[in-house]
Every structure is written in C-alpha cells, then in structure tokens.
C-alpha cells in the first residue's frame, strides 16, 4: 500500500508540471511533407475478425483504390495483455500487409477504453460523476484522464507504440486517442485542481465572490478550502467556469499525449485528432488544434431520402476546416447504416456512397475514411456496419465505393489541398451555448413537432443551413478573433456571453462597413455570465441603434403583420420576443399582436460605413431565409450559385495547381438540368469540355467537378 501510495504522490507531481507546461504543448512539428493525393481507406480492426483473412482483406482494399487505414486505437489490451507485458507482433503483421500493398497507416494511440486488468488494479482511474456516481467497466472512455495512474500507464504504452513505427516508412500519421470529452469526471483530484485554477484565475476567494455575485444566498467565499464541490453548485458563474475547466482538461490532456509522440515520432509524421462531429460542450476544439498537424473530424449523417443533402457533411466539415483555415481529414464516416442498435438502418440510395465522398472532399478534407472495413459481429457496435456486411463478401456498398476510389486513383492530386475562401462566417461561442442550456429560452414543451429543440445550437444549425441552401460558403469564427474583416457578412446567433472587448470588436466592424446579422440574447451578460447592469443591449446598442428592457417567451407562435417576407403559412415567429425600443435602428417587421404589436421583431441599422440586422425572436426557416437572403445581397455576395436549381449544391476552391474546382451537386433522386454560368473548364469525372451557359445535366445523387482553365 505504501508503495502504490508513494507512486501516486509521484505521478501526481508528475501531471502538475504537465498541466503547468501546457503552452509548451501547443507548438506542432513543422516538417510534415504536404500531401500529394486524397488519401482513401477506412478504419480496420483485423483483430476482430472472427477467423484469419488479412491477406483477402489486403487485396480487396487495394482492388477498391483504398491508399489508407487506421489502426490500433481501439485495443490497448492487446497491446499490453497485462501491465508491463507489451506485445506487437499482432499490428506489425497489418502494418506490412499493408505496406507491401501500397496502403499507408495511421495508428491510433489506445487510450480511450482501458483494458479490464487496469480497471481491477486501479479502480481510481475510472471516473466519478457528480454526486458520486461511479462509472463502471464496460463502456469505452469511462477513466478520468487526469488520473496520475491513468497517466503513467497511457504515456508508457504511447512511448513504446510510436518508438517501434517512427521508421516505419508505411505509417505516415499519429491519431491521438479517439474522440475525446471530459467523460463527466469530478473526482476529487479534478474537483482539487479545478480550485487551483480558480485560485490562479481570480486571485483571492473575495474577488471569486464578486465576479460570481455570490452574496446572493449568502454563499460568498472568504477561504479557498470553502468552495464548495460543483455537484449542486446553483451559481451561474461557478457552472460557466466548471464546463470551462471541463474544456481545459481535454486540452491538456491531448496536448500531452501530442507532445508525447512528438518526442518519439518521425518530424515527417503528422500529428492529428478525431472529433466526433463538432461544436462541443465540453471540448474546446480550437485550442486543441494549436497542438495538431491537422485536425480530424468522425462525420455521420442521415442516409436515403430527403434526410440526405450534404447539410450535416457541410456544417461539421466548415466547422473543423475554420479551427485552422487550413485542411483537414475525415477518420470516420458513413459505410452503410449506422447506431448502436437495428432501430436506425438507413444504408444510402445508389450514388450516394460515392456523391458523399466528394461533399467531404468539396469542403476541404484531404482523407475520407470508413468507419469500418467490416461489420462487427458482437457487442455494442454490432449494427453500425462496415463497407462490408457481417458476410464480409464483396456488396453493393463495396462495389460503388470501389468505383469512387478508382476515380480518386486518377483525380485526386487535382483535388487534395483545397482551400476555400469565403466571405461570409458565423461567430460560434462555445460559453454562449453553456450558459444557454443552463438557463434557456425555451421550454421542453417548446420543442417543436419534429422534436427537434430550440436552443443555441438549434439556431446555429438553423442560421448555417439557411446560409448553405443559398450555396453561401460559410466559415466559422470565434471570440478569440481580434479581426473579422476578411469576411464581409458577420452572423452572430444568440451571442449569450462575452466581454465587453468582443462586442466592441463586432461594433467596429460594422462601423467599418461590415455587414452583421445578429439575433436576440447577443450581449446580455459578460465573460462571467453575469447579467449587465446598463441598458440592454450594453455595449451594443449604438451599433444596433435600439435599447430594451423586458423580454417575454411566447406561449404561441405569432405572426408578423402584414406577412412582409411574403412567407405564408410560414409567417412565424415563437419561443421568445425582446421588447425592442427603436433608437436609430427602423423596424422591418412588427409583431401582429394586441400586446407585442408595439415592438417590433425585427430591426435594421446603418452605423458608420456598415449595417446590421438584429432578429428580436426566433424566426420560422423560412423567415429566417428571406432575413439572410436580403443580408447576402446587401453584402454584394448574389451570383450564379444563387441561381442554380434548389437541389443543386455548389462548392468551390483553388488547388495546388492554382486553378478554381468547382463541384456541383444534384442532391436528389431526379435528374436536374441548368445553365452552366462559370469560366469554362473540364469535368474531372468525364474528361468533358464545359463551357459558359452549357446545358448540364445531373443524374440522381450525381455531381460534377469543373476544374476551371484546363
């Protein structure tokens, strides 16, 4: 006992100089050779196999023009059966096959499901919950990742795995660890240093207590030692800072174990991490990406029907591409159906495997891989399927995605390293969308008929999906940004938090004629989710040229008087209303309605050189496309994309040959005609000439790729 005792002192020393060096994480390598084509594969598990195939395995991947695999970072048990025993000749077999076949690597470290001896040994690393919920062995990513255990463990084994692949010519990359959160922990070594931090942040107890107005039911602080545990913490300001801790120790926590592999890794390796999807809670995925090569993102959607139309592919995509204005890889996607259990299986219509493809590659990725090579047979991910079924023979799945890749064989180096350059982006506040759902704006029995709910993140996907059936390029941006100039239309959805620096960098944008639409709950309490004590909107209100004091929600929806955006049956507004008393700003829509008729609903100012738009409630999708379509002109930014076909798509960015590729897509199970009205080109995809104003024509679920000047 003595000894284990010892060992923990020691490892927990150890993670206190890594927390404290976590600036010296975040540089990444620099001489990582760009890529020269699009890499294409899938994650492959050949240790779940129920009998031996490599060598068919191997051969079917090559035949189906897969160049890439990811391996390893699910089975830490078989890397190290027991505690100090490792073994390697498992993966150093995969690794060759796949070598000798032409089919590069990147390893994953295996860190996100611990094996069962470690969990017997020490019971500590797994997490506790708030109010001492104890997770248990079984489900993955169940350990507290501060746990000094934990650590020792994970950095020993990382060591090993990229000391034996750095040479490895085959293994090109490093994937660390496998979508990362905070698990939820509160152990106390979480909750001790998480005091540390706040001792750190504020400085003495008395100044906590003021930021977090913790005179209010007598709960301010005079000692460290007296705060309390954040299990039923009811203060705003503690419940922001908590899911910010949250946040910084996922930061920490891959920006060790990058760290880590830089230490042993080959410089010409990259260094990468897999989000599952994007716009967490509990994850602050731009600054995880200071310490990465590039950032990697697991994208799932809605197959078959309507559900199918690249909106979900774009926003995920345009969300991880703007971590670092820079491309990114795409480690898991949709094979065939998905979930964890047979209630959700919608394989994709024929052309969408391959149209889904290039929607990832449209928006910048430079890898598409398939989460998995073959359907499992047991356990909890049973139905999420592979390329290939639980029969593991060629299928229809196999056969369209062996199509793709034969075409990316020969195209791909025209389309890896894409970049594209928007002009429009939307300020996403990660704070805003906690404090937000601590204290929201509507109530469950708000949430509309499709069961879909209104809150913060609602309104971002609302904002970016209306932006994208426009084929309106979007970036994203956050509060750190000290510039927004390069864009010359600003959308700002529900910007809950923020200090009052970021409002005036928005207001001086607009200033300097930036176009800004902006909806209600922008600029309502500051960095510490403390209400403002001036007129709302605070630092705002010159810009936005209107003051308010009240609010109401809206038992009903309500309509606009007059119907000024000539939407219908879709005339709506609901969930909330900000009784907005006009200064400078003029009203374009009224509330119709005996009582909220004074207000108006939605607002527009002129200041300085720039315009904004303010949306005082929640708007319809179809009011909301007619606010961002009038937003879009204003700004100069209408053109031939705005004219194609609504089910028609358009993508476009300048490759490594310095040439515009334009992608269009025809979203539907009918074929589309339309005007081609773009610099003349050729279809990468037929060889086809394409001039201005050819007819083209798309089949179902097909696309064309135009890449201009050749």
């Given amino acids: 006992m003595l000894k284990r005792t010892l060992l923990a002192s020691a490892l927990s020393c150890a993670l206190a100089a890594a927390t404290g060096a976590m600036a010296a994480d975040r540089a990444p390598a620099t001489a990582v050779p760009p890529l020269q084509t699009i890499l294409y594969g899938a994650a492959y598990y050949h240790e779940y196999m129920p009998s031996e195939r490599l060598e068919k395995d191997v051969q079917m991947m090559k035949a189906a023009g897969f160049n890439v695999v990811r391996l390893g970072e699910s089975t830490w048990s078989l890397w190290e059966p027991e505690d100090g025993r490792f073994e ?14 032409g089919i590069k690597v990147i390893m994953g470290t295996p860190t996100y499901s611990i094996p069962a001896w470690m969990a017997r040994q020490n019971p500590e690393i797994l997490a506790r919950k708030f109010n001492g919920a104890q997770n248990m062995y079984g489900m993955r990513q169940n350990m507290n990742t501060d746990s000094a255990a934990y650590r020792f463990y994970a950095e020993r084994l990382i060591r090993k795995i990229v000391s034996r692949y750095k040479d490895n010519p085959n293994v090109i990359g490093w994937q660390v660890d496998n979508e990362t959160g905070s698990y939820g922990a509160a152990n106390e070594d979480v909750f001790v240093r998480f005091q540390h931090h706040l001792e750190k942040k504020f400085g003495t107890p008395e100044n906590l207590s003021k930021a977090w107005f913790l005179n209010y039911w007598g709960q301010d602080l005079h000692s460290w030692t007296d705060l309390p545990r954040p299990d039923g913490a009811q203060s705003t300001g503690y419940k922001l800072e908590w899911s910010r801790w949250g946040q ?4 920490n926590f891959l920006h060790w174990q990058a760290r880590l592999v830089r230490e042993n890794a080959s410089p010409r390796q990259f260094v990468t991490h897999d989000f599952a999807g994007s716009m967490h809670a ?7 990406s200071a310490a990465l090569d590039m950032p990697a993102v697991n994208i799932y959607h809605w197959g078959q029907r309507e559900y199918y139309n690249g909106a979900e592919q774009t926003l995920q995509a345009d969300f991880t591409r703007s971590l670092k204005r820079n491309n990114f890889l795409v480690t898991e996607t949709n094979a065939q159906s998905t979930d964890w259990s047979s ?5 994709p219509y024929d052309g969408q495997f391959r149209e889904d493809v290039y929607t990832h590659l449209s928006n910048g990725s430079n890898m598409v891989e398939y989460w998995h090579w073959s359907s499992i047979h047991a356990n909890q991910e049973t139905y999420w399927k592979g390329v290939l079924s639980h029969d593991l023979e060629p299928n229809r799945a196999y056969a369209e995605i062996s199509h793709t890749g034969r075409e990316l064989q020969k195209i791909g180096p025209r389309l890896v390293n894409l970049k594209l350059q928007n002009d429009v982006a939307i300020l996403w506040s990660r704070d805003s969308l906690n404090a937000l759902n601590d204290m929201p704006f509507a109530k469950n029995s708000q949430w509309g008929g499709d069961g879909s709910k209104a809150d913060y993140g609602s309104l971002v996907r609302q904002m970016h999906r209306t932006l994208y059936d426009m084929n309106v390029g979007t970036d994203f941006v956050f509060p750190e940004v000290q510039d927004f100039s390069q864009y010359k239309l600003l959308i700002v959805p529900a910007l809950y938090v923020a200090d009052d620096a970021l409002l005036k960098r928005i207001s001086e944008y607009i200033r300097k004629g930036g176009h800004v639409v902006m909806t209600f709950k922008s600029g309502f309490t500051n960095e510490n989710t403390a209400v403002r004590w001036t007129m709302a909107p605070g630092p705002l209100r010159e810009a936005l040229g209107f003051h308010y004091q009240e609010f109401s929600n809206l038992a009903q929806p309500l309509t606009l008087k007059g119907d000024p955006y ?13 009784f907005l008393q006009l200064d400078t700003a003029k009203a374009l829509a009224y509330y119709d309605h005996h009582f909220f008729g004074r207000w108006p609903a939605i607002t527009q100012n002129q200041y300085g050189a720039g315009k904004v738009t303010y949306e005082g409630t929640y708007l319809s999708d179809k009011l909301q ?3 961002l379509k009038a937003a879009v002109q204003d700004a100069g930014l209408s053109g031939p994309d705005q004219q194609l076909p609504p089910q028609v798509h358009a993508r476009k960015g300048v490759n490594d040959f310095g040439r515009n590729v334009r992608y269009l897509f025809n979203y539907s199970a009918a074929q589309v005609t339309f005007r081609y009205q773009y610099k003349p080109g050729t279809d990468l995809l037929t060889s086809r000439q394409v001039k201005e104003d050819d007819t083209m024509y798309l089949g179902p679920w097909d696309l064309a790729i135009v890449e201009e000047g050749r």
């Fill in 88 to 101: 390697y000749a498992w993966m150093d077999r995969v690794v060759n096959a796949m070598g000798k076949a």
């Fill in 248 to 251: 910084m120790r996922v930061t």
């Fill in 282 to 288: 509990d994850v602050n995925e731009e600054a995880v």
């Fill in 343 to 347: 209630s959700f299986q919608y394989p």
């Fill in 566 to 578: 000539n939407a219908g049956g879709d005339n709506k507004v609901q969930y909330w209303a900000e």
């Fill in 625 to 627: 496309k007619a606010v």
